[in-house]
């Protein structure tokens, strides 16, 4: 959605022609399975859904390179060193991904020398005064199984060039950025930097956001996790709002743009009354108001769930967009949780209605949770396909997955704006069939 | 600890003698085993730890009634009516408590008439216009797995003689109370009324507290749940203090008079490095201080673990106790949490020190869970134990467990102060063990 | 894989045209979002992946009818009655597809009359005698919670002509059938009975399969709740197998003719060093067989991990395979893993070493657990796009997700035989480079 | 239950008079709390129930040592050294103790050399050559939070004066045995064999039973973690069992001599219809035993869910119990779970009914897994009191719980036999309450 995509948004970069024969499982053996090496011509397309009766799928339709390990490969791996870094906000899978990288470098590939980059951009940075960790298969060992990232994150940008002088002076071939939007805005300007020097280094982003926003890409690792964890959370706060006489629970969840977490999240656990995401405006006071549903519902059946995306509702707020943002360069939100409470409380008072209201903010326990299974081994593939495509010189770009194949796509394409729900689309037409809330609030 | 005990203080009243035989399992068969009828005369300890050196066990030693079926009981259970209440917050295992009643008064005695009492003391006054809800295994069918309270729960007292008004109209012959420490005095009161118009009734209370804080009671329904679920949510908090350089996690917990859920969490789970609780006052300021000593622990490790509970820290609140209550009579704290992430904030910018704060309250998703078997199966034996007592005629009590033991204790014992951790006994001792915190931050 | 399809195989049957207007929320209002209709011609590519460097993607491209809701449908929902069945063995998520059917015929589409039929097809035949169950919104209430399947199941076949001969009796015009290969078999026949009857009755099926074996489908419900289930199982196996001096763990999963279960667990839980599955024939003995990779990884790390997909090594049993099946006519396996413990056991014996053996097999208790939240709204999506499939007059299909879509495929396609892990791609490649296992155990 | 205990078989050996200031927390300042040190002249009642109408509580009660730290210690700590060794079965937890033992000794004490033995006893005799593991905080990092020994562990006696050699040869002062009965037994011979010597060493076990048979102690480590995996397997079997007409779920729980584990799993979740545990004898056949009653229970309710303790209906068994032990000397159980699989079935087949049975054994998931946050405390608990008694020169006696305090006693005590379900006690009764099934099923 959005601007028109042409092909040449979709090619990725290369270092290079590749002249190094991949050391990969099964190529020596006769009698062996043969296992795929991917070549670039194999492409995955950009859109599997087109109406027959319009112009058919096209002559030329969008495509994208495949991810997957190469037959042939830019660098050397003997004579290769890596480095890892992760920046924003915790999400479920980071460790799994850390882990995953090394162990691919390590094992697969035969590259030795991998350094873990601490606190984010920061670390690339001397005034911070963060030293590298060497990463190899023993020190990331179970970690795995545990959230958060052992390298430590930062928010924030820092001087590109200070960090390319970091990457030269170390001798760093490939630099492996775990991040959100800005992360990767970051990582394409470092790339930038590094072509301009006629650097040979490659940048290979693993897109991190917890809100499943990242453009282009169907899913992100930790969202599946943040869903799951949301879920029994949501039923217990009915719970909550039962438990009471005109009882309301209010849960935000995660989704400073898009509202995929909250949408999701209510369609997994069907107690939820309303569910308010940053996609769809919705008005406080009026006949089609947030408040006078509200009232209908208590006075109807006593009792109210609302799930409310950390992002909705901006239109509530009086204030300067340009001036708030955190130090990644997200806006920050007004709390529309504490302001839904607020508001609601105040209403009801105002119309003589006794209420109890209880509002939960799961967000950190949600974030620093380790990944599932599912995330994890989804957080593998990303990793493994990340490597494979640093190691055949790919650069400037991210993994990610899209019609359930994991592709290679420009940083820039992703991170041209942000994804959000198609508020006609099927996704949120189920979450009002599960909520049975109005299609509108808007009067 | 407190006032000194008389073993009169321990003697349960009765509303009469037992003349209708129990129609337990068991007890008509000759080759069956029998089953073991409590007699009266069977008596538990009431402490189990004497020191030798002193005076040793002493003449008579404090003892009490122990909980399980009488041969006798007080009530034909053909012609009995029993009514069940759910007040103050909720706590996991209500719903365990409530279905088991339903069950034993059913199955195990024959009682068909129980009424369920909608959103706490509320339900039975007429004003409020709530309906009972009639309870039968069917009803109750696997509630248990869920958490909150079918019921509803309402906090506040209400007009006893009203009350007992409601019991007499209705017919009702046993009262269970489920609730803390306002709702047992509730109980009391509405035992004295009772007896004052000489009716009788039986009021039999099952303690709850999720703060595990009613005098002379081990252990409450709902706390092991909470500790349970406490534990990852600080596992995962130290991920998010981890994850940021001079990474701050702030996780504050239930216990507005006692801290045993943050001790006992912090048992569980390693990561912390300062536990709060309303038993052990802290200054701010001052060498010996809060602030302090994590701004040391910043400059140390560059990370730090903060587990607060919420009735914490008072003292640094300048308010009128008298005043600030909620509708049960519980005072109403300052959120000691928002105030140590603010006052923290400020120390921390003040000495220049860079860090980023977490701060984390999952208060409502515990208290909101459903319990897990182990409490589930407590709750099981104490809503028998509760039903075994109340068929017996035994009134103005609660069960409860002491010694391992279920027991029978009059309430004005239990409602007379709360139960705290013993600063200078074992659990805090090992809490500070596990922490490695000064034993006092006061200067 | 297998043979070549042709477009034809791919097209859907329609019971006639459509006249009737779908109730559809949001049809009716102007300032409304218009949410989207799905027209027959909106196509799906059954092939996202081509290569550029062969034909290209080809003149005409491969394509599937997507799935959602129609403008017009077949049925008018006020006289339209629906029956649901279920079969074969449990699944986490058949009560989350059942009450996701019912609640989207009731509340969408207006369909009061729905009808569960026990015991899968046995229901339908008079001489088995049980009775229909009425369902709606209030009997499927929080079944979605809870494991195994409120209408229970069956196996095998039943007389096609007595279940079409029930379906006319009771007026009965759509049938979803949720199982796996037999039952979508039976299914397609019961279809063509209709058919030969000139009845307008539709056949929907949702694909149920544990093992995720169902041709040309990425994913079955209850697929990742297995996994996810398997995961901490293996990882706690991996206790067992270091806990003791040579110790030895051999974890069974459900796999009967693809190991997709044990490969991905294996990729979550990276403790596993040999998984052995259908698709991947090995020897026991000889240099390269099983057994002296276990005997050398013994003498190296002194423990060893084993997972084994029910199916695997069925070349080591020397039985008839067309005379064992069960009631579906799935081929009955000998037990792999009994198989391979006593194997094992035999020949560390017969070699000196003394090792310890623990066998493990969870998959009961994995297909009888409730569906995790994301599968739970995955059954969600597949229960609605089958009724708007079968409220659109289309029969002889089923639902099912292909390139993150659901599309609408014909039964004989997807029955034409089962889906296997291809051995020679990347899922597979990134199991043996979890392991670390051989490519090849055969001699 | 059992023979006849008296005062001198609680009675705790020392190795010597206790001389060495203890370095505990807090013994410094004046303003601190003053901890508690425990006198040994603080006793515990052993019995905290007695019948006021026979003889009242007597005149000497039993009584025994309450556990925690001493004042004045036996060792010196800068010169002592200690070992762990971990012997039998996994059970949840043992990583926790161990863990909390290191922790206890280096940081409470500052005792520095302490050795992990490997594989049980094995691991001191020189033939098996299982070198020690040094122990210190960082090598315990996180154990805790995953199941399994990182020890290891075996099964089986192994020559006492090697054993006792070893610890000579190393100069141990102090062996912590983790294990169950025969461990025990084994520690008590090597106490003995110390004795003998005439040498300083203190032998302190922390009891470790799954099945909690281990006499006079109310809650072995485990346990708690055992019954909440079992009560999800069972709550989901149940679906197994409605999943098909007459369908039948056997889950096979631990308990080789006493059914704890089965009865409490149980309670927690009212699904199950029988319970069949080692304490109380049942008949297959005749008009009172189980056949009949699965039969009956088929024909009324169509499905039917039986939990069975391993060492249940041995009765049934013709075999010759002197021979068949396993190294630990537990006397090896044919498999009853399997037994009354094939026996049921002949039964069904014999009478023409058509039964679906499923066999369901998760002992090595449970046994296997991590201890839960609760479970956790305990064993911290018991690892704390081990070190301070092991410091104070106490010798030939585990830590335990009783009346909910940890105490001191003598390994000859808990040894003598195991402890039991009382048959005619209330823990019974509740089970046979919550299944319903007949009070004996004894012709």
Redesign the interface.
């Known amino acids: 959605m959005g601007r028109k995509i042409k092909q040449k948004d979709l090619e990725i970069k290369n270092l290079g022609p590749c002249k190094v024969t991949s050391p990969s499982?099964?190529s020596t053996?006769q009698?062996?399975?043969?296992?795929?090496f991917v070549?670039d011509?194999?492409?995955?397309?950009f859109d599997?859904?087109?109406?027959?009766?319009q112009n058919g799928?096209g002559k030329n339709?969008l495509?994208m390179e495949?991810a997957?390990?190469r037959k042939k490969i830019y660098f050397d791996p003997s004579k290769t060193s890596a480095a890892i870094v992760t920046c924003g906000g915790?999400c479920p899978g980071i460790n799994v991904v850390i882990r995953s990288l090394v162990l691919?470098l390590n094992?697969?590939y035969g590259v030795k020398k991998i350094l873990g980059v601490?606190?984010g951009y920061?670390g690339f940075i001397p005034d911070?005064g963060?030293p590298f960790i060497d990463l190899d298969p023993e020190v990331v060992g179970n970690i795995?199984?545990?959230?958060?990232?052992?390298l430590?994150?930062?928010r924030g940008k820092q001087n590109v060039e200070e960090i390319v002088d970091c990457l030269e002076r170390n001798n760093i071939n490939i630099l492996f950025t775990i991040g959100g939007d800005g992360t990767l805005k970051g990582a394409y300007a470092i790339h930038e930097e590094i072509e301009k020097r006629g650097l040979k280094i490659s940048v290979v982003g693993i897109p991190k956001t917890i809100d499943n926003d990242i453009n282009h890409i169907?899913k992100s690792f930790g969202f599946?996790t943040s869903?799951?964890i949301?879920?029994?959370?949501i039923?217990?706060?009915?719970?909550?709002a039962?438990?009471?006489?005109n009882?309301l629970?209010i849960i935000k969840l995660m989704g400073r743009d898009s509202g995929f977490i909250a949408a999701?999240?209510v369609?997994?656990?069907?107690e939820v009354n309303v569910v308010l995401v940053p996609e769809v405006e919705f008005d406080l006071h009026g006949k089609k108001g947030l408040l006078q549903f509200v009232k209908d519902r208590l006075e109807e059946k006593h009792h109210c769930v609302i799930v409310v995306a950390e992002g909705a509702g901006q239109n509530l707020f009086d204030f300067d967009k340009d001036v708030l943002t955190d130090a990644s360069g997200n806006i920050l939100h007004e709390d529309i949780g504490v302001h839904l409470k607020i508001k609601i409380k105040q209403f009801l008072v105002e119309n003589n209605i006794k209420a109890t209201i209880?509002?939960?903010?799961?967000s950190?326990?949600i974030r620093?949770?380790?990944a599932?299974?599912?995330d994890?081994?989804f957080c593998?593939?990303l990793a493994?396909a990340a490597v494979h495509a640093a190691m055949a010189g790919k650069t400037g770009m991210v993994v990610g997955?899209?019609?359930?194949?994991i592709v290679h796509l420009p940083i820039p394409l992703v991170t041209a704006e942000r994804k959000k729900i198609d508020?006609?689309?099927?996704l949120?037409?189920?979450v009002?069939?599960?909520t049975?809330q109005p299609?509108?609030m808007k009067n």
Request: overall charge negative; proline content about 7%; cysteine-free.
């Open positions: 499982l099964g053996s009698n062996m399975p043969h296992f795929h070549e011509s194999e492409r995955v397309l599997m859904i087109y109406d027959a009766d799928l339709p495509n495949r997957g390990p915790l691919a094992y697969r601490r606190y920061e911070y963060h795995n199984q545990f959230g958060g990232t052992i430590g994150s930062s169907e599946e869903v799951t949301s879920s029994p959370i039923r217990d706060a009915h719970n909550e039962k438990g009471a006489y009882g629970a999701n999240a369609m997994a656990m069907p209880k509002y939960i903010d799961p950190y326990i620093s949770a380790p599932n299974p599912v994890s081994i593998n593939q493994l997955q899209r019609s359930d194949t508020v006609e689309g099927d949120w037409l189920n009002l069939e599960s049975g299609i509108s």
